[in-house]
C-alpha cells in the first residue's frame, strides 16, 4: 500500500482498501501539513501515521488542537497522537492488505 493509497482510504474490506480516488487524484501531491491547512484532517493524520516521522505528527497533533480548540478545555480536546488515533478510527498502516480499490 502506497503512502497515497493509505491517506485517502475511506475503509476496508477483508484485505482491500477502499480509497477515495477521487480525492487521491486531488491531493495526494500535498504534504501532510497542506493537507491539514486545507481542512483534511484524517487525511492528513493518516499521512503524518505512514510517514513515521515523529516530528510530523506533533506538528500536526499542534494544528489540529490549535484549529479545533474550544473555549471548554473539559469538551475533549485533544493533545495527542493515541486520541487522535481513536478519533480518526485509524491506529497502524494494515500489512495484511493485498488489494486496493478505488471509487
Do not use: W
Not at 38 to 49: E, N, V
Not at 74 to 80: F, K, W
Amino acid at each position: 500500500m502506497t503512502k497515497e493509497e493509505f491517506t485517502f482510504t475511506i475503509g476496508f474490506q477483508g484485505d482491500t482498501a477502499i480509497v477515495d480516488k477521487r480525492a487521491m487524484r486531488q491531493y495526494s501531491r500535498l504534504s501532510t501539513m497542506e493537507l491539514a491547512e486545507k481542512g483534511l484532517y484524517r487525511a492528513a493524520f493518516c499521512s503524518a501515521l505512514f510517514s513515521g516521522n515523529g516530528q510530523e505528527m506533533d506538528e500536526f497533533v499542534r494544528h489540529f488542537a490549535e484549529k479545533t480548540a474550544s473555549t471548554d478545555l473539559e469538551s475533549g480536546h485533544v493533545e495527542s497522537e493515541d486520541q487522535l488515533k481513536r478519533l480518526f478510527g485509524v491506529y497502524t498502516v494494515p500489512d495484511e492488505i493485498k488489494r486496493v480499490v478505488s471509487l
